[in-house]
Nanobody, 124 residues
Framework: QVQLVESGGGLVQAGGSLRLSCAASGRTFSYYAMGWFRQAPGKEREFVGAISRSGSTTDYADSVKGRFTISRDNAKNTVYLQMNSLKPEDTAVYYC?????????????????WGQGIQVTISS
């Protein structure tokens, strides 16, 4: 079992920044690629980005590429999502997830464990 807890969400103005953290406990964190997903009201959950086990490889959705950065600290069992130049359309509940694979995936069904989600609201 892996337990994931997100933190760092909140309300910011458009153009601002937030950094989400996802702290993991349980099984060895470095065995898992990590992903971030989000779900806006009335919409399906969508892929935001993923980072490989070692942190050497990342992948991003086109909608956030160049604005969001994923990183991880395996010594701290934590993955981060740095979000810059935020837009109102980034408003959603953000989830981190763990995938027992090397690189992670854009498909939510591939992930084994999920956090409870955290609200991010961007005002215009």
């Amino acid at each position: 079992q892996v337990q994931l807890v997100e933190s760092g969400g909140g309300l910011v103005q458009a153009g601002g920044s937030l950094r989400l953290s996802c702290a993991a406990s349980g099984r060895t964190f470095s065995y898992y690629a990590m992903g971030w997903f989000r779900q806006a009201p009335g919409k399906e959950r969508e892929f935001v980005g993923a980072i490989s086990r070692s942190g050497s490889t990342t992948d991003y959705a086109d909608s956030v590429k160049g604005r969001f950065t994923i990183s991880r600290d395996n010594a701290k069992n934590t993955v981060y999502l740095q979000m810059n130049s935020l837009k109102p359309e980034d408003t959603a509940v953000y989830y981190c997830a763990a995938d027992f694979s090397e690189r992670g995936s854009r498909y939510s069904s591939r992930y084994d464990y999920w956090g409870q989600g955290i609200q991010v609201t961007i005002s215009s």
